[in-house]
């Protein structure tokens, strides 16, 4: 996908939706974002926000029964300064013997039962961490009272008309879902499925899908929407003081730089690529569902031009 002032340039889909080869991509197809996801849930809590139900600087542990990190706000999971270690994962394939399926919840429950202690201070330092994003998905559901993924739908992506975007894993009460696309990777020319698998219950830190048309309503949402006041919608581009004076690039889902704020993600099969530039109103988006090595460098390649 191509934008140029809130109008679609090339909006179209290459190659094919799964190993069977049966289906054409196309601009309605919905692909699994991984970590581009994350702005989504940033979203999500920014929702909350808005309706008065939570704010940026409570503590997670307000929330969470338990929570060994007293001092970490959701601002900080938001910046990814939370100083949380980083272990979800970690903590799960050293349990997969006892899970079957690893659920948000789950996943919040082994790390308070590890009480692994912080690496780090809030705000002392910016580090990537799939955990916070997961912990912002399991503060949605308990303030919500709702799952995840119908709360996105709910406040989210059915307000928006975005017909084609959804949250889905293996704890989905449905298998599969029209346009959905299936990851694959190509060895020595032979397709062959790439299926998730015992991690992907979680939420927050991926599990959306999306299409590239569902895209040109995504990106107008961060210009102006109905959902947002225009003083919370800008949080999310705010770079984060660090508790030495410096500033971290780590927005609300988004890295900010100089020039465009942008996201990538790759779990499984995806490879996802998104950017803003909001002085120039141009955006690319690049999704990927063939284990593409390249797919990054092809982006920035694009976004040297367009961007």
């Not at 934008?3 to 290459?14: E, N, P, R, T």
């Not at 500033?247 to 988004?254: E, I, T």
Request: charged share 25%; proline share 2%; with cysteine.
């Amino acid at each position: 996908l191509l934008i140029k002032d809130g109008q679609a340039k090339l909006a179209i889909g290459y190659g094919v939706t799964n190993y069977k080869k049966k289906e054409e991509l196309t601009a309605n197809s919905s692909f699994r974002l991984a970590s581009v996801s994350k702005q989504f849930t940033a979203a999500g809590i920014m929702l909350l926000k808005e309706k008065g139900r939570i704010s940026y600087e409570d503590l997670v542990s307000e929330y969470i029964g338990n929570f060994p990190y007293e001092n970490v706000t959701i601002r900080s999971l938001l910046n990814q300064c939370s100083g949380i270690p980083d272990i979800y994962i970690e903590l799960a394939i050293e349990n997969e013997d006892d899970i079957d399926v690893l659920s948000t919840q789950k996943a919040i429950e082994l790390i308070i039962d590890e009480n692994r202690p912080a690496e780090k201070e809030p705000f002392e330092k910016y580090e990537y961490s799939n955990t916070n994003y997961i912990l912002l998905a399991r503060l949605i559901e308990i303030i919500s009272g709702k799952s995840f993924e119908d709360y996105m739908k709910d406040e989210l992506f059915e307000p928006l008309g975005m017909e084609n975007t959804r949250v889905w894993n293996l704890l989905s009460t449905d298998t599969d879902f029209t346009n959905k696309c299936g990851g694959f990777i190509i060895e020595n020319g032979v397709y062959n499925e790439v299926l998730p698998y015992s991690l992907d219950g979680v939420a927050g830190d991926g599990a959306v899908f999306s299409s590239i048309n569902d895209f040109l309503i995504w990106d107008d949402f961060w210009y102006e929407n109905d959902l947002l006041s225009e003083s919370n919608l800008s949080e999310a581009f705010k770079k984060p003081q660090l508790n030495n004076g410096n500033s971290s690039d780590y927005g609300f889902g988004w890295v900010i730089s100089a020039i465009v704020a942008w996201h990538n993600g790759s779990w499984l099969a995806a490879r996802t690529y998104y950017s803003r530039n909001t002085k120039k109103k141009t955006s690319i988006v690049v999704l990927d569902n063939s284990s593409n090595s390249e797919l990054f460098d092809i982006a920035e390649e694009i976004e040297s031009i367009w961007n």
